[in-house]
């Protein structure tokens, strides 16, 4: 499957961002998808899935109550609404896809397909 990721942008401390992923297949519904991100001289890190059929979110603590992961069937578009933003919060940012769900979510190398990145830039 094919990702497009969009939506990136620079904002300041506070703001608001939300992203875009839409997938080239005829239903993300079985689809595991998820969200990475890497900062400038960082490896890549988890950010926040969502489950396939069932819809359950994941996040990683930093963004936990401030981050929203969200699906929407009818455009095959995955969603991440990024609210409170820090500076610790700039960096590339992945989508990523994988059509069965795997318990090590958090793991990069456990998804198949990956989006070309976009990046989101947070000043103080």
């Known amino acids: 499957v094919q990702l497009q990721a969009s939506g990136g942008g620079s904002v300041q401390a506070g703001g608001s961002l939300r992203l875009s992923c839409a997938a080239s297949?005829?239903?993300?519904?079985?689809?595991?998808m998820a969200w990475f991100r890497q900062a400038p001289g960082k490896e890549r890190e988890f950010v926040t899935a969502?489950?396939?059929?069932?819809?359950?979110?994941y996040y990683e603590d930093s963004v936990k109550g401030r981050f929203a992961i969200s699906r929407d069937y009818a455009k095959n578009t995955v969603y991440l609404q990024m609210n409170s933003l820090r500076p610790e919060d700039t960096a590339i940012y992945y989508c990523?896809?994988?059509?069965?769900?795997?318990?090590?979510?958090?793991?990069?190398?456990?998804?198949?397909?990956w989006g070309q990145g976009t990046l989101v830039t947070v000043s103080s």
């Open positions: 990523a896809a994988r059509q069965h769900w795997h318990i090590y979510y958090s793991d990069a190398t456990n998804y198949i397909s």
């Open positions: 969502i489950r396939g059929n069932s819809g359950q979110t």
């Open positions: 297949v005829r239903t993300i519904y079985s689809y595991g």
